[in-house]
């Protein structure tokens, strides 16, 4: 236990820490930071057990910083652990690990970006749950401003938290009233938010935030409690000068110099008390275990649905992989993750029709060492996409799966069909973006994805489509295959997924008028050989059609497009251009226009063109 | 009032009906229809006041259903209320109105597409809301099934409805116990359902879900209470028919031809009893103050961030047009849209940091008449990505402003930029995306969305600019603007936004090599005129260098690659294809590679090809 003096020393100069910073750099939050100073002088000083020394030490607690503005405060804190040796002075800027937002590709002991707000309890709730299915003994932490606390995530989190009783969960939020334009709708009635989060399940701590002693008794409490706890922290923003304490306007706000100087008048200066900070038991990073992986493999002409293939797949790779999970909003009997229970029933997590806690409790659980396979309908995975785009802002190693992909689900109607996650899924950094059209090929992007070290998505098909693939043909990353190429092509068709069918079928009615069609399918997206691809197609006509089960904006065409810029290759794209009607699988794709018929006519254009 | 024999009657045929349609479809959901038939029973036929001759009549309470899969009990009850002439055994087909989730485009009792769950409740608070604002008296009631619950957006509703004091609304949650695979999280714990609608200052009323005298009490202390009103309504899935009634395994799934007989030899079949639906009082529609339009202009040379310009040309049009609201996620002091609180306070709606929300509550808003422009940073608009897709498909008219768009914000970091929201916003059917490079053409974008009938996204900048257009200057949507166009041009320079400026500046840096560069602006991304913009690259070099402050995927070069893609032209695009760090505005710019030097490179490099 550290002595509460010394907790309050080091709460002062936390305070001086992150006002000298912002004011250097000239911009951030320091009235964010001031009022969780206790908060963390109690956290990283005498709560947190955690090796300074080693950011990546199996046995550290962990802790994740969701209201990301604050980040000062945390590298002060990282600071004066001696844990990190940066120039504190040199943050925000652009040769600094010091980012403004916490991101991991900067700094080790980061390891989810933060800085659009409610998504770190959801983080915290897949890092406490993975200690449970490890049977490790870590504990999670996690620090919330009070204005997130109005995002809808945050109650999936509470929710999933509580479902699977993560008593080693512990989150603080910092209720220091003030938003950045105004009060938050709560202010201080902490009792409000007492009852909220009781009523979740969780056990709720009301204290004064800017007491150590209080904080400390809190936090016993939540090692007492068989709950997951919420340490409801009355605080004031800006807390400890008088410019700021308790005042609007100062949101993001940096002092300037002189303010500065005014406020070290009033903030005590004490020397850096000697803390030990609270070692971690030794523990061994999980061990999962290793099993020859014997995936089930298809005969051509067998016929079964991608999301079948998707879930068999799965299924194999987790009987040989204990790493590797399921999670699922709900729906794992349509995009078939639920196979996976049969036998390996643990390595199932079901998340509840709860799409944006799904992607963040992902992330956490792939944090701590899982490889994590989550799904969900395509259409519903837009549901999440902050939280995606954040997940890939922190380089985050998992595999996003949408099943039900395009107007080929037929009769549910538009809400339920996918139709831009290529585009969304494209417009991330670092992601994979693979669209298999048979059994064998969809196996095979469960391999790809498997290890990747990227965020992969594989998009899934509801009907059942012909095996096309032997079992042994591979699918390179990035690359293409070529399914059909006659000697003399007269024109190129490329699809994917349920289009592939299409275009074989077009193929079929053009070889009938004495036109001969190549094809090819695109069953990765991003990246893209476009080198090969336009080889390929200048040699074999230099004319192709592309059609996509997806709106044009953002697809599969617009993406050869622009890698054939520099090429003279003729190309015309197929895509549902308008909003999809109930129906019919096979009416919807020819009232949509990206049918074998509509195929075939635009073949026979551009061939009769030239 | 409705005797309650008449009720159950319509209760029972209700479930007929479902029965009926869902088997003829092949597809549905009939048992989650058989669960509320009482409720629907009670709403249709003695609770809501409507009209069913008039769909539009103004005094009609307003009715959404959130548990959207439950549309054939929605389309029975119109049927039976003659509020529509269907053939019911069309749902689902492709010439049929009657869709398997609701669309406003087949129906127009239908005004929101709902089927993505967890949204009604906003869109409810949202129609409430216009009801306080326009002192008008229908009530507005919502259906929300027990699983969707777990969706988030659902407590961000609570709480602004609770804040607003919205005791017009009323929602209903059939609490059915059984989701999509199983069990809900909280089953038929009513009690727990009761404290979480509590805790968020919500009257609970916890009911026999089956006794339309329990759900008739429940509606008449709906009315007597200040506080808006949760029904939570205990019911049993598949009600009525004994081989569905509480059994797993029937989600989504429709009798068969004899398991339809075998049912409807249990069920009642009774007459259709008369019933007199209680008539709206007569209302006039909302009417609104209209003003001559009166908008601040600027001179060129002058110099203001881009918000700046939006915020102005809110409060303008505000104050001539009061069905002008601005609904903003608490950063109303970043996007501006705050200025339209210093005149006119009353069209402004605070929604706190809950983007879900926002949008659905705008939608809802617009639904009453309200024209509504709705900011916030535009990386946290694709926290409500799945709500705007929904809004897409419901073709509803409300204007969407993302500030902070692009590399250009500086420090903050990755996490605020908005750097894949072009391609969001494109990827929607009938969507239009604007991005103004300086004042004036701001004051223009905000005068395209104004009734525009389209769903319309504005992306605005941090950082000023120089105002480069005089104030008289026409921005038509569809269009580009030629900014400088030399007699002799060796290349064709196109910005949007920010890279405007930078490609200003490398045409500085040309014209000093002797290099002479016409300047586009690409200020309205969606739609586009390509045959103009065609027309002047080939006139003008037939060399283009686009420069984006986007990721390249779904940006600006992948729109005009697929739009030129039958043309000759070279051309080469910038754009962010990296994670990008925190520094400062220029030095970001430079660093991602879209700025003054690296457009002049890629322009000399295309010039010194030819």
Redesign the interface.
């Known amino acids: 236990m550290t002595d509460n003096s010394k907790l309050e020393s080091i709460s002062d100069l936390l305070r001086r820490d992150v006002i000298e910073m912002t004011t250097e ?4 939050h320091p009235t964010s930071c001031m009022s969780c100073a206790e908060v963390f002088s109690v956290l990283f000083f005498d709560e947190m057990n955690y090796d300074p020394g080693d950011a990546s030490n199996p046995g550290n607690d962990e802790f994740v910083l969701s209201k ?1 503005h604050s980040a000062p405060i945390w590298y002060a804190s990282l600071d004066r652990a001696g844990a990190i040796d940066e120039e504190l002075d040199s943050l ?3 040769d ?1 690990h010091l ?3 916490p ?1 991991p ?2 700094l080790e002991w980061v390891e989810e ?6 998504q770190g309890l959801s983080i915290a709730t897949g890092e406490a749950l993975a200690a449970k299915k490890q049977d490790r003994d870590y504990h999670t932490y996690t620090v919330l401003g009070d ?2 606390v ?7 989190a509470l ?1 999933l938290a509580s ?1 699977y009783d993560l008593d080693n969960l512990t989150a603080v939020v910092d209720v220091n009233r003030l ?4 009060e ?2 709560v202010g201080h009635h902490m009792n ?1 938010y007492r ?2 989060f ?3 399940g969780w056990n709720a701590e009301v204290i004064d935030g800017h007491s150590v002693q209080e904080i400390k008794n809190a936090f016993e409490n939540s090692h007492a409690s068989d709950r997951p706890t919420v340490i409801l922290a009355e605080t004031v923003k800006g807390k400890g000068v008088s410019l700021t304490e308790g005042e609007q306007g100062w949101h993001g706000v940096p002092l300037d110099e002189g303010e500065m100087q005014d406020a070290f008048e009033e903030l005590p200066d004490p020397e850096m008390p000697e803390v030990r900070i609270p070692q971690p038991e030794e523990q061994e990073k999980p061990s999962f275990q290793e099993k020859k992986v014997d995936m089930r493999t298809y005969e051509q002409g067998e016929v079964l649905a991608t999301r079948d293939a998707y879930g068999n797949a799965l299924a194999d790779l987790a009987e040989a992989r204990s790493e590797v999970l399921a999670v699922d909003g ?5 995009t078939r993750s ?1 196979y996976i229970k049969e036998d390996n029933p643990d390595q199932f997590v ?1 998340s ?6 799904m992607i963040s409790m992902a992330q956490g659980l792939s944090i701590k060492g899982y490889e994590v396979f989550t799904s969900t309908f395509s ?2 995975i ?2 999440a ?2 939280q995606i ?2 997940a890939a ?1 922190s ?1 985050a190693e998992i595999t996003v799966v949408g099943s039900h992909a395009g107007v080929s689900i ?7 069909m996918g ?2 996650d290529i ?2 899924f ?5 992601s994979r973006v693979m669209y298999p059209c048979d059994g064998n090929s969809a196996r095979k992007m469960v391999e790809n994805a498997h290890k990747s070290g990227n965020m992969d998505y594989i998009r899934t098909t509801r009907p059942e489509t012909e095996v096309i693939y032997g079992p042994e043909e591979e699918f390179p990353i990035g690359e293409f295959k070529k399914v059909e190429e006659p000697e003399d092509t007269d024109v190129v068709l490329a699809g994917a997924g349920i289009t592939v069918h299409e275009a074989l079928e077009a193929r079929e009615m053009l070889e009938r008028e004495g036109v001969q069609a190549a094809i090819v399918d695109i069953y990765c997206v ?1 990246p893209f050989n476009s080198y090969n691809f336009r080889r390929f197609v200048e040699s074999n006509s230099g004319k192709l059609v592309v059609s996509e089960d997806h ?5 599969i ?3 050869l ?2 890698e054939l ?2 090429s ?1 290759i ?2 015309r ?1 197929l895509a549902v ?3 999809p ?4 699988k096979q ?2 794709l020819e ?1 949509c226009g990206v049918d074998r018929k509509a195929i075939k006519k635009q073949a026979l254009n551009l061939v009769e063109d030239s």
Do not use: C
């Open positions: 750099a000239g911009s951030g990301g925000r800027k652009l600094s980012q403004g937002h991101m590709i900067s970006a933060t800085g659009s707000l409610g204005s997130e109005s995002e809808g995530q945050v109650y999936e929710e479902y938003g950045q334009r105004g938050t709708i409000w009852d909220r009781s009523s979740f709900e729906v794992s009997n349509s639920e079901e509840f029709i709860a799409e944006q806690n259409a519903f837009s549901r996409h902050d785009r954040m802002l380089e037929g009769q549910d109607g538009a809400s339920q139709l831009s585009a969304l494209r417009a991330l950094r670092e991003k709106y044009p904006e953002g697809g065409g617009e993406m497009g622009k810029e520099e003279n003729e190309m794209t251009d308008k909003i009607h109930s129906g019919g009416e919807l009232n």
